[in-house]
């Protein structure tokens, strides 16, 4: 029964900020990997960045990483990417998705079984 609701995107210029927003309902999510994939036209899925949250472990692309952090803010069973300095190349569908129990953040994350509807991510000056 765990669905995801995502919030936060949309049109920026390069160099702007956003923050979106992956809201779990129906589980815990202490207990799931959240990994936040970006489908772009022409471009082949990727994983942007991830959190197993029972641990905290993490996971960022090296395009992204330093630019973009990843939090879990447990009270609301939400997590969040801040998104700082965004490029053209940063821009595309950003899903939320989530697996259960000790899934590992790596770049080669592969299985997704629960989808959000995902935000649009769109860089241009």
């Known amino acids: 029964q765990l669905q995801i609701a995502e919030f936060g995107g949309g049109l920026v210029q390069p160099g702007e900020s956003l923050r979106l927003a992956c809201a779990v309902s129906?589980?815990?999510?202490?207990?799931?990997?959240i990994i936040w994939v970006r489908q772009a036209p022409g471009k082949e899925r990727e994983v942007v960045s991830c959190?197993?949250?029972?641990?905290?472990?993490?996971f960022y692309s090296e395009s992204v990483k330093g630019r973009f952090t990843i939090s879990a803010d447990i009270a609301k069973n939400t997590m969040y990417l801040q998104m700082t300095g965004l490029k053209s190349e940063d821009a595309g569908d950003y899903v939320c998705t989530a697996n259960c129990c000790d899934y590992v953040c790596s770049s080669q994350a592969n299985e997704f079984d629960y989808w959000g509807q995902g935000s649009q991510v769109s860089v241009s000056s």
């Open positions: 129906g589980a815990y999510l202490v207990d799931y990997t």
């Open positions: 959190m197993r949250v029972m641990d905290e472990s993490t």
